[in-house]
């Protein structure tokens, strides 16, 4: 199908931008590499606002059901879902049923529950979002999205078509505003980091399984390499061999964004944190007795010690 190859372009297209804003994930690709290995990807992740706006083109939701419409053209199947209460958040995860023939990365993708937010949270989070909304780049999208569902019956190239779905992974809004981003950051560090960054990947992660090389056999002596590379590291590598996975990442790289210092501007430049880069290792376990099988499925209290990766220490700096 070439919905598959469509999907292969997109995500190589996306982690040629990530890997530039994220140099630990160059200095992963280098290490593995240096050693005769393999990098892979096991999973990308991407964030998103459990939020419905109404706009000249109708109805628009923000959340998960925005970036499926993309995935389900593309052929992934949601395998399972989890729930972080104490974050507000929800997240569901995804495989491609070509994901072992042609290499192709699971995906999870999670949603803030603004309704669960203070109303003045809420509110700014509207305000944003509603502010500047790009809404002939929302129509592009769900024009592609109709290309990629016809795209076995057509001559349509499929790196022509990843180049505009790709479009659907910015932020589709105006910068935030000073005192709404503070106020958003203070009730969730995650609703923060979508208001700057919007739907831009959130992470990468190298798959610790398919490194090949006996430089780097597990995902300990991968976290070392890459702390003796300079590259800052979670301190703990989360889960088990047991529960079926591990993963650790790491810090996440800070870059210069754009704010707006009130509604009616001027804009201006300050610190905030991007990405991290992860990696995992997944093992075997036996859902039933004497059928090994590798686990495939996210673990809620890892997913939620790395979301926690991307906050932003410290208050909003002021320019001095």
């Excluded at 052929?75 to 997240?91: D, I, K, R």
């Excluded at 810090?251 to 501007?265: C, D, K, L, M, W």
């Excluded at 495939?296 to 320019?319: C, D, K, V, W």
Aim: proline content about 7%; hydrophobic content about 40%.
């Amino acid at each position: 199908m070439k919905q598959a190859l469509v999907a292969q372009a997109l995500w190589h297209q996306l982690w040629l931008d990530y890997s530039h804003r994220v140099p630990y994930a160059r200095i992963y690709e280098a290490a593995i590499s240096e050693a005769g290995g393999t990098v892979a990807n096991d999973h990308i992740a991407f964030r998103s606002l459990a939020l419905s706006i109404e706009t000249a083109i109708g109805t628009v939701n923000l959340g998960i059901s925005h970036l499926e419409q993309v995935l389900d053209g593309l052929g992934y199947v949601p395998m399972g879902e989890l729930s972080f209460p104490t974050q507000h958040l929800y997240a569901r995860h995804y495989r491609h049923p070509q994901q072992d023939e042609l290499d192709l990365p699971k995906l999870f993708i999670s949603e803030l529950m603004v309704d669960q937010l203070p109303p003045e949270v809420r509110s700014h989070l509207e305000t944003t979002v509603q502010s500047g909304l790009d809404l002939e780049g929302l129509l592009g999208c769900q024009s592609a999205v109709q290309d990629l569902r016809a795209i076995d019956s057509q001559s349509t190239d499929p790196h022509i078509l990843a180049q505009r779905l790709k479009s659907l992974f910015v932020r589709p809004w105006m910068p935030p505003v000073r005192s709404h981003l503070e106020t958003v950051n203070a009730a969730s560090q995650y609703g923060a980091w979508v208001l700057l960054h919007g739907y831009a990947v959130n992470h990468f992660t190298g798959y610790v399984n398919r490194q090949n090389t006996p430089a780097y056999p597990d995902i300990e002596t991968t976290a070392q390499a890459l702390r003796e590379r300079g590259v800052p590291m979670k301190a703990e590598i989360e889960g088990t061999a047991e529960v079926g996975l591990r993963q650790t990442a790491t810090q996440a790289v800070q870059e210069s964004v754009t704010i707006r210092s009130r509604p009616e501007g001027p804009f201006l430049q300050i610190p905030w944190t991007y990405a991290y880069y992860e990696i995992a290792q997944r093992f075997a376990i036996e859902p039933t007795p004497g059928h090994p099988q590798l686990f495939q499925g996210f673990l809620g209290p890892n997913a939620a010690q790395l979301f926690e990766m991307t906050r932003s220490q410290g208050s909003i700096p002021h320019p001095g």
